[in-house]
Each structure stands twice: as C-alpha cells, then as structure tokens.
C-alpha cells in the first residue's frame, strides 16, 4: 500500500494543502495527515483547518514556536519518528515555511521521496529565511509541482532535471474559488461599519519589515497618513503585534485587530477597494481576485502577480507607500489577467501526477498547460512537453 503523507505546519501550508487533501480522501487514496504545530493558537491554525475542511491531523508534533534553528530542530527531530513509524511512500510539503524544510530534509534522510508544491519561487534574497527554505527543499525534492513558469525556468537554472518539474497551477488559488462565495456572503465588513469597496486591507508580518524598528516606523507612519484619507484594518499577527506595542507606534486612525479565520479575511479581502501587505500568498489571492496589492517589499517571488496581476511592489518608504496607495484608492489600476492554470483545479493535476508516479515512480506522459485535469489521459513533466 502506498502511503502519502501531506504535511502542514503554518498558515500558508493550510490553503495550499486542503485541496489536495480533500482530493485524496475523494479519491480514496491512503494518506497520512501531520501538523507539525508550526502556527498552533486557534485563530493561527484550529479555525483555518476547521474553515477550509481540512480533518483533524493524525498526527500533531506540537513543536510550538521559537528561533528559526529552534523550530525547525525541533520539527526536523520529531518528524523523523513519524517517517519511521509510519513509512510514508511519499511526503509532501508546501510552501516555504520552517515545517516546509524540516519535513523534507528528515524524509529525504530516510530516503523517503518528497513532493514539493508551490516549488521554484525565488525573491533572489537570502536575507529571507523563506528563500533558504524554498531553495534546499527543492534540492531535496523528487517532484516540483510549480505555480508559475518563473519557477520553472529557476529550477532548470539550478540544475533540477526536468522530468521531475510539472507546471500545475496554483493550489492556493484553488481554496480561494472553493469558499469565495460563502466567505463573501458573510459580510465581515460590517462588523467594522465598513461599505464593500470602501476600505483599505492591510497585513505585515516578515521580520524584515516588522524587526527593523526604523522600518516599522517608516511604514507606521504611512499607514497613518492613508488612514486619514480611507478606512484601513490591519488584522495583525501575534509577533507583529508584539513589536508594534514595544515600539509604541501609533497608526493613526487605523484600526488594528487580532488576526482572523480564513473565511472571514477571505470576504474582507474580496470586497476590499485596495490591499497593503508583505505577505506573498496575499500577492496571489489579489491577483485571482482583480484587487490592487500594494507590496511593501522591493522583491518577490511571485513575479507573475506584478507582470499579470494586480500587484505592485513599492518598498518600504512612506512616500512610496503613500503615493501607490492614494492610486489605487482613486481607482488608478491598469488592465490584469489571471496566470495560466489559476482555475481551482491545480489538486487534481497533483494528485493525477502523484498517482501515476506512485504506480510507475515515474511519470513519462504529459499535462497540456490549460486542459482541465478531468480530460488528461497522460501525464508529462515539464521537460518531456512538446
């Protein structure tokens, strides 16, 4: 029996793993479910799991937080004992996140073949943690399951052989059209006094921007400039709450929460005028979405949310920040499309691959990019496509 284990472990890896969680357990595919405990209050990771009907995890590492070393010791330690128990016939991991790395690196120890979705992003900044993180998993993975054709061409300049690379679109994406209806017909706007369409979103959380005290007040003060102008909510982070109050920077008139479930930022984001953030996952979700992303970053990893998209990347200084946003509450946004493959069926392409790689371990037939994975007869990585 082949047994697939699909890890989470932070918030990010919830979007992206519930569809092809949920597309295994239609398929009745053995599998093995962990949580790595990565993110583990309830608004970071109870409500999410429970949101997106995601099960209950089979297993619960419960490594808790801690420094970047820390965290992924702990999760690199306990995972090894879950792969020797359970001798998974693959795992699975997602995203960029401590869990990500850790995970893989203990199964490729063990010899145990690793899938990685959301593969070949790159911000070409190794003062990120996430980009060590997406980088030496890839190293390490057997599959490559990618979102964007960026990240294909990376993975060929690094080396990666080509069969084992399958453009697949985009599973977070696949979460946001599979609730969007329900998260917009509970109207969280109006627990604020919020009109659709007239509110400002933001979020911020990567150390580079929320450690860096002369950074944060930086964009503090460009939060409090905008907020003087359109309504702004900032559902912040535990640690990026953490930081605001011992620098004791005021936001002006906007209003900070605790975070959210996923349903209810999820109907904020969709009926927001603009959104201001440094998360990537949020640079997606826009783009599918039509919303300006105002990035408070001078990189990303997800360059085809800037070519195709909505979103623009302005730094992280209050004249950038400030000018971009005043656009785009005007209305000032150029024309955008969607990326090849974003249609909400990227699980199933994933878990056609997985299976016939299962059964063959290797995949010698191809995915036509944009045929529906209902219709695919064969399937090809990436180099093998005409």
Known sequence: MNLVCNVVGARPNFMKMAPIVAEMRRRGMPQLFVHTGQHYDRQMSDLFLEE?????????????????????????????????????????????????LACALAASKLHIPVAHVEAGLRSFDRAMPEET???????????????????????????????????????????????????????????????????????LHRPSNVDDEETLQEVAR????????????????????????????????????EPMGYLEFLGLMAKARLVLTDSGGIQEETTALGIPCITLRNNTERPVTVKKGTNQLVGVSREGIVSSGLAAWKGNRGSYSIPE?????????????????????SCHTTVSAGTPHEQVQELRPFGARA
Not at 344 to 360: P, T, Y
Request: charged letters at 20%; glycine letters at 8%.
């Open 341 to 361: 493959l974003w249609d909400g069926k990227a699980a199933g392409r994933i878990v056609d691959i997985i299976e016939c790689w299962l059964s063959n371990r």
């Open 222 to 257: 460009a939060l409090a400039e905008l907020s003087e102008v359109m309504p702004l909510l900032f559902p912040a982070h535990p640690r990026t709450q953490d930081r605001i109050k011992r620098s004791n920077l005021s936001f002006g008139a906007t209003t900070i929460t």
């Open 52 to 100: 997106l009907g995601l099960p209950a995890p089979d297993v619960s590492l419960g490594v808790g937080s801690g420094s970047q070393a820390v965290q992924t010791g702990r999760i690199l330690m306990a995972f090894e004992e879950v792969c020797l128990q359970k001798q998974p016939s693959l795992v699975v991991v997602a995203g960029d996140v401590n869990s990500t």
């Open 133 to 203: 993180n997406r980088v030496l998993t890839d190293h390490l993975a057997d599959l490559h399951f990618c979102t964007e054709i960026s990240a294909i061409d990376n993975l060929l300049a690094e080396g990666i052989s080509s069969d084992k690379i399958f453009l697949v679109g985009n599973c977070m994406v696949d979460s946001l059209w599979t609730h969007l209806e329900r998260a917009v017909a509970c109207c969280p706007w109006k627990r604020f006094g919020y009109r659709a369409g007239n509110y400002g979103l933001v979020t």
